[in-house]
């Protein structure tokens, strides 16, 4: 049998503790990612053209917008959802142990960085958003009706925004991990 020397770039040896939040954490955090962003997908255009502001043409604008962040945040959550498969256990230099493999967890970090993308999402969404409830017609009191629904509505890109960078401050480093991540985890 030949035995086929291992590339260096393509697997790094981890610590025991890592492989286990890789294996446990991200999956529960991508399972929570994602649950969050079909929810986000279904209610973003139900919400938004049904709400008392969609009578406005331009009502589509900020739809678009949220569907696409809540997208992101699926593509996040699918990714995170697929990171205990790159660990497997291998050889390395100090024996044998969990090694992960670095060119399909490189990879997932564009889709992991998706849901941080909303911060270029968020302020469109809210400018098209708000301005139709700026110029709306007021009560007979002059207060702007806002309801329950519209406020959900609003909220969701910024849910979507904090959990993508929730997702990419705890995934990131696990994923692409440094010397200095490695090491700290070996202690």
């Known amino acids: 049998m030949i035995d086929f020397p291992m590339d260096p770039r393509a697997y790094v040896w981890i610590p025991p503790r890592m492989a286990t939040r890789l294996r446990r954490t991200l999956p529960l955090l991508g399972g929570f990612t994602t649950v969050v962003a079909v929810a986000m997908c279904i209610a973003v255009p139900v919400l938004g053209y049904t709400l008392p ?25 699918i990714a995170l959802l697929f990171a205990p498969t790159w660990v497997e256990v291998g050889h390395h230099r100090a024996g044998t142990g969990p090694i992960l493999r670095l060119r399909p967890a490189s990879i997932s ?14 302020p469109l969404f809210y400018l098209s958003y708000s ?8 009560q007979v009191d ?3 009706q806002i309801s329950f629904g519209i406020f959900v509505f609003m909220v969701m890109p910024l ?3 904090v959990l ?3 997702d990419l401050a705890i995934g990131l480093p696990v994923l692409r991990p440094s010397p200095r991540t490695i090491q700290r985890y070996a202690r």
């Open 131 to 138: 301005s139709g409830l700026t110029w709306s017609e007021p």
């Open 164 to 166: 993508g960078c929730v």
């Open 142 to 144: 002059g207060e702007i």
């Open 109 to 122: 970090v564009g889709p992991l960085c998706g849901g941080a993308v909303s911060i270029v999402v968020m």
């Open 159 to 161: 849910v979507a925004f």
């Open 53 to 77: 502001t969609s009578h406005n043409a331009a009502n589509g604008i900020p739809v678009m917008l949220g569907v696409f962040s809540a997208v992101m945040l699926l593509m996040t959550g």
